[in-house]
């Protein structure tokens, strides 16, 4: 399973757009990239998937460059409520299941 | 979507007990539940994975006689911690992928459990 390394934490303001990006240097062909947020003392939920180039729906965006070696998700007009640890996670769509989580990246929405 | 969902969500226990900790897929069926622990600021550490019908299969360094756990049925998988003691202290979550989009990435977790071994 490739490691992913993203920053420990983010800070921004109600309204803005917030950008995590998240490396993973040793990315598979056959590997996806998976975006789960979680507020503190629940479990996480699932955000945002791709492959690569662009993907978005109703909560974010997901940009993957073409050699797929890093992600950035992209969510607009932050408000408080996107306060939570936001985890980026690689994995084929055979072993794809068993994810293991890295450290995550901690975003601070402040008024 | 898919709902898991954790009991109890929060137990407290004497030191040398054991606690049950039950998932359940609510409305989908589910061949693959994960087990996981989160310690406070802390990143989610897999445990285990629970087959249905079959032994469950563990990550290194989780003691699977301390960790029991059970995938009885398409829809539910326990974790018994037992002979718990103040370091098992810890956030439970369990996770599983709906039969038949297993592929799909998507996977729904529960609401965690959180344990207090006194």
């Known amino acids: 399973l490739a490691k992913t390394t993203q920053p420990i934490s983010m800070d921004s303001y109600e309204g803005q757009e917030v950008n995590i990006t998240c490396s993973h240097n040793?990315?598979?062909?056959?590997?996806?990239i998976t975006w789960y947020q979680q507020f503190p003392s629940q479990g996480p939920r699932f955000i945002i998937q791709g492959y690569k180039t662009k993907v978005t729906n109703e909560v974010a965006s997901l940009f993957i460059p073409a050699d797929r070696k890093s992600s950035t998700l992209s969510l607009p007009r932050v408000s408080l409520s996107d306060t939570a640890v936001y985890y980026c996670?690689?994995?084929?769509?055979?072993?794809?299941?068993?994810?293991?989580f890295g450290t995550g990246t901690r975003l601070l929405v402040s008024p | 979507g898919a709902v898991v969902s954790q009991h109890p969500s929060w137990v407290i226990c004497k030191s040398g007990t054991s606690v049950k900790i039950e998932c359940r897929s609510l409305d989908f069926q589910a061949t693959t539940m994960f087990w996981y622990r989160q310690f406070p600021k802390q990143s989610l550490m897999l445990m285990a994975t629970?087959?249905?019908?079959?032994?469950?299969?563990?990550e290194q360094g989780v003691e699977k006689d301390k960790f029991l756990i059970n995938h009885a049925s398409l829809t539910l998988s326990t974790l018994t911690v037992t002979s718990a003691h103040p370091e098992d202290s810890s956030f439970y979550i369990c996770s599983a992928s709906e039969l038949g989009r297993e592929n799909t990435g998507e996977l729904f977790f529960g609401e965690g459990s959180r344990l207090t071994v006194l």
């Open positions: 629970s087959n249905e019908g079959s032994k469950a299969t563990y």
């Open positions: 996670l690689v994995g084929d769509d055979t072993g794809f299941q068993k994810l293991v």
């Open positions: 040793n990315i598979a062909t056959n590997d996806y």
